[in-house]
Nanobody, 114 residues
Framework: QVQLVESGGGLVRAGGSLRLSCAAS????????MGWYRQAPGKQRALVAS???????NYADSVKGRFTISRDNAKNTVYLQMNSLKPEDTAVYYC????????WGQGTQVNVSS
């Protein structure tokens, strides 16, 4: 089993920035891909960004140029730097890891006020 613990959510005004962190622990073999998903009220959970163990990244079109995903393989930690935040970025953000199975964090709330 792999446990994921997110941190860094909160309330910010439009145009502001937040940095999310997600640390993996437990019976870790190799974490191939780590990512961030988000779910807004009444909407399905959707990919925000992902990063492979080799550093290849993928972003949703809505966050390209504003969000940056990175990871520290030695610490089994993934980060999401969110800049130029918009009210439509308001959601619960979930960390995801692929390591001999798919694992999810408990989620962290991000609220962006206009």
């Amino acid at each position: 089993q792999v446990q994921l613990v997110e941190s860094g959510g909160g309330l910010v005004r439009a145009g502001g920035s937040l940095r999310l962190s997600c640390a993996a622990s437990g019976n870790i073999y190799i974490i191939n891909t780590m990512g961030w998903y988000r779910q807004a009220p009444g909407k399905q959970r959707a990919l925000v960004a992902s990063i492979t163990i080799y550093g290849s990244t993928n972003y949703a079109d809505s966050v390209k140029g504003r969000f940056t995903i990175s990871r520290d393989n030695a610490k089994n930690t993934v980060y999401l730097q969110m800049n130029s935040l918009k009210p439509e970025d308001t959601a619960v953000y979930y960390c995801n890891a692929d390591s001999r199975g798919t694992y999810w964090g408990q989620g962290t709330q991000v609220n962006v006020s206009s």
